[in-house]
T-cell receptor
Framework: DTGVSQNPRHKITKRGQNVTFRCDPI?????LYWYRQTLGQGPEFLTY????????KSRLLSDRFSAERPKGSFSTLEIQRTEQGDSAMYLC????????????FGPGTRLTVL | AQTVTQSQPEMSVQEAETVTLSCTYD???????LFWYKQPPSRQMILVIR??????QNATENRFSVNFQKAAKSFSLKISDSQLGDAAMYFC???????????FGTGTLLAVQP
């Protein structure tokens, strides 16, 4: 296992289109997080899964955003009717349920909405 | 709500010298962890060092060490014997609560001059 992977690495789309990103966590990790990072800012928390259950969603996650983690393995993040303000780097991280909680990050998916 | 503040948008250090990056935080949690993550250009975020809030002893990892002042809610990172490969964006982060989601600062861009 080589770490957290994300696909695609880059996505360019037109405003109004739907996009879906995939995250494959480290195989034994049962916690999975999505963050969004805009230029010049630190990552901001979007949502969190423990196994297949989505346990927390940020207020940043509007109704156009949906995330799933079927069977507690990979996760998808879908954005419907994209807007230019959705342009950002979307980061996925995974960890074990340990209090020491080191989150391992993927390389991110950079979304550009034209 | 938790907040993390990094007041130095950019720092520069000569190779082999020492540099300190500042971070302050605010949290209502009694049990929390603090982290420094490194994000090299176009590469994924990696953990540099971690501090458990209930431990008084400052964490160290080779050339990296922290100065953790719990009462002042300060968590600075010291990089000794700076190397060209240390050039990156450094993010301070705090976690807390059941989900262990990370709250990040805005980052400090470190340049290392040869």
């Amino acid at each position: 296992d080589t770490g957290v992977s994300q696909n695609p690495r880059h996505k360019i789309t037109k405003r109004g289109q739907n996009v879906t990103f995939r995250c494959d966590p480290i195989s034994e990790h049962n916690r999975l997080y999505w963050y969004r990072q805009t230029l010049g800012q630190g990552p901001e928390f979007l949502t969190y899964f423990q196994n297949e259950a989505q346990l927390e969603k940020s207020r940043l996650l509007s109704d156009r955003f949906s995330a799933e983690r079927p069977k507690g393995s990979f996760s998808t993040l879908e954005i419907q009717r994209t807007e230019q303000g959705d342009s950002a780097m979307y980061l996925c991280a995974s960890s074990l349920v340990l209090r020491s909680n080191e989150q391992f990050f993927g390389p991110g998916t950079r979304l550009t909405v034209l | 709500a938790q907040t993390v503040t990094q007041s130095q948008p950019e720092m520069s250090v000569q190779e082999a010298e020492t540099v300190t990056l500042s971070c302050t935080y605010d949290t209502s949690e009694s049990d929390y962890y603090l982290f420094w993550y490194k994000q090299p250009p176009s590469r994924q975020m990696i953990l540099v060092i971690r501090q458990e809030a209930y431990k008084q002893q400052n964490a160290t990892e080779n050339r990296f060490s922290v100065n953790f002042q719990k009462a002042a809610k300060s968590f600075s990172l010291k990089i000794s014997d700076s190397q060209l490969g240390d050039a990156a964006m450094y993010f301070c982060a705090c976690d807390g609560g059941a989900t262990n989601k990370l709250i990040f600062g805005t980052g400090t861009l470190l340049a290392v001059q040869p």
